[in-house]
């Protein structure tokens, strides 16, 4: 039978993906942060700009997780 252990080791080496996927989102967001804000379109930005904090955090604190 499995050890817990073992099952949540292998169900992190499963999801790592998710952690690079949640850093390229959070550059495209960064990138149109950058466009709307040369666009003089500050509300976007700022949404944009709160959307790429919370996904680069997330991504940040996944990675810390998965690694130990």
């Known amino acids: 039978?499995?050890?817990i252990a073992t099952v949540a080791?292998?169900?992190?080496?499963?999801?790592?993906w998710l952690?690079?996927?949640?850093?390229?989102v959070a550059g495209?967001?960064?990138g149109g942060t950058w466009?709307?804000?040369q666009?003089?379109?500050r509300g976007?930005?700022?949404?944009?700009?709160l959307c790429a904090i919370v996904s680069?955090?997330?991504?940040?604190?996944?990675?810390m997780g998965a690694m130990g």
């Open 28 to 30: 495209l967001l960064v």
């Open 35 to 37: 466009s709307a804000h």
């Open 39 to 41: 666009a003089e379109n």
């Open 9 to 16: 080791q292998e169900s992190q080496d499963d999801s790592l």
């Open 56 to 63: 680069l955090a997330g991504a940040v604190f996944w990675m």
């Open 44 to 49: 976007l930005a700022i949404f944009l700009a």
């Open 19 to 24: 952690v690079y996927l949640m850093f390229i």
């Open 1 to 3: 039978m499995l050890s």
